[in-house]
């Protein structure tokens, strides 16, 4: 037996991180002293060992003690797959060694294959294989997701570079990215998104589809109007009461609003086919008015940074305002994403390029929103305080 002193000693682990082991039922002491003292045997210190082995490769705890304390826990297949991990690992901190030697040597080298990026087409292929029929909804089919692998190992490097950039390793992009394909809470909004519009575009769903038709029926009507705005509402109390995910969190009214701000021209051209021509803009023009009060706040924030582009967009004032997206925006991102480590400088930095990029391309959903004047504004803003102010946050 060793006492917890005793085990610091000899594993380099602090006797506060022993004690917080033992507190979390990861790794419980064998036996305590009459004193109060606690005492390890040498099954506790194999079991140490292969938390420590989890630990370097960055599992989290609470992931280790649900493996561990698993009844099909195999020690020793865990070690095999602990010692391959661990390989591969090696051999890629080797190659990142190595080229680190060969910048220092003042070699120009911009590689980034050096990151492998084979676990992360893996975490893909596993969600094909599990998830085929979220797959064929959400792609199209098979084939169309195949083609977007393809897609992104043709653009590997940019991929790489990204993750880094977010992440700070590929290791941990590849965590966040598998906490994202196994989100109960995002797979139960995007089913159900998928859902709502299969019926609305189909007509699955007989009350709404004869309101909608209803609130369609004569376009020359003020939008503005008790009897237009009361349909609103009769489709809005049957959306929530039918559908999940317009109520089931405090997100509920943004997921509705969006859904309600036809501007993509899938759903343009597909609601005006359906319930004749100018419908689109009818049904936005009513919930715009409708759901005022449930606009979301990041809406609004990007509405008002846009709003005078003769402003310049690295002043204080238009910084203020894009401190108060990257504020909501992070707040938005975790309400969804527990535990990813995004780096929140890069975020800002990457959706300062999608305005920009937006910005010198066709019309696209952006521009149609904010015009391709405000999209560059809003692409110039974002990332003055990606480079300027967040440096110094």
């Not at 317009?246 to 899938?266: A, C, L, Q, V």
């Amino acid at each position: 037996m060793r006492t917890v002193k005793q085990v610091s000693d000899l594993t380099g682990i602090s006797v506060r991180m022993l004690h917080y082991y033992d507190e979390i039922g990861l790794l419980k002491s064998s036996a305590v002293t009459e004193a109060g003292y606690r005492l390890y045997n040498q099954e506790a210190l194999k079991t140490l060992q292969q938390i420590l082995f989890f630990k370097e490769l960055d599992i989290p705890l609470k992931e280790v003690k649900e493996i561990m304390c698993s009844p099909h826990f195999d020690k020793m297949q865990a070690l095999e797959n602990q010692k391959k991990l661990l390989i591969i690992k090696r051999d890629r901190l080797t190659d990142l060694v190595e080229l680190i030697n060969k910048i220092l040597k003042g070699e120009n080298t911009m590689s980034f294959k050096e990151f492998d990026m084979t676990e992360y087409y893996n975490i893909w292929e596993e969600f094909k294989k599990e998830n085929k029929d979220r797959v064929i909804k959400k792609w199209g089919s098979i084939d169309k997701f195949d083609e977007m692998i393809e897609h992104m190992k043709a653009n590997e490097t940019e991929i790489a570079k990204n993750a880094i950039k977010l992440y700070g390793s590929i290791e941990k992009c590849v965590e966040a990215m598998r906490k994202d394909l196994n989100n109960d809470m995002l797979a139960t909004i995007g089913e159900g998104y998928d859902k709502f519009k299969e019926d609305f575009f189909e007509g699955k769903h007989d009350k709404l589809s004869k309101l909608y038709k209803k609130l369609t029926s004569d376009l020359s009507k003020d939008p503005s109007s008790k009897e237009i705005q009361e349909i609103a509402k009769e489709i809005t109390d049957t959306v929530k009461k039918d559908y999940k995910i317009f109520n089931m969190d405090e997100k509920g009214d943004s997921r509705w609003y969006h859904t309600m701000s036809m501007i993509d021209p899938k759903w343009i051209e597909v609601v005006n086919n359906k319930y004749g021509k100018g419908a689109a803009k009818c049904i936005k023009e009513v919930f715009k008015i409708y759901l005022k009060d449930k606009q979301p706040k990041l809406d609004r924030l990007y509405e008002k940074l846009a709003s005078d582009l003769s402003k310049d967009p690295t002043s204080k004032e238009i910084q203020q305002i894009v401190e108060e997206i990257a504020d909501t925006t992070k707040r938005n991102y975790e309400h969804y994403r527990i535990d990813t480590g995004v780096n929140y400088k890069a975020l800002i930095s990457n959706l300062a390029k999608i305005y920009l990029s937006s910005a010198s391309k066709d019309m696209n959903l952006l521009d149609m929103r904010y015009g391709k004047d405000g999209t560059k504004f809003i692409g110039e803003a974002l990332k003055f305080y990606s480079e300027n102010v967040m440096q110094h946050s």
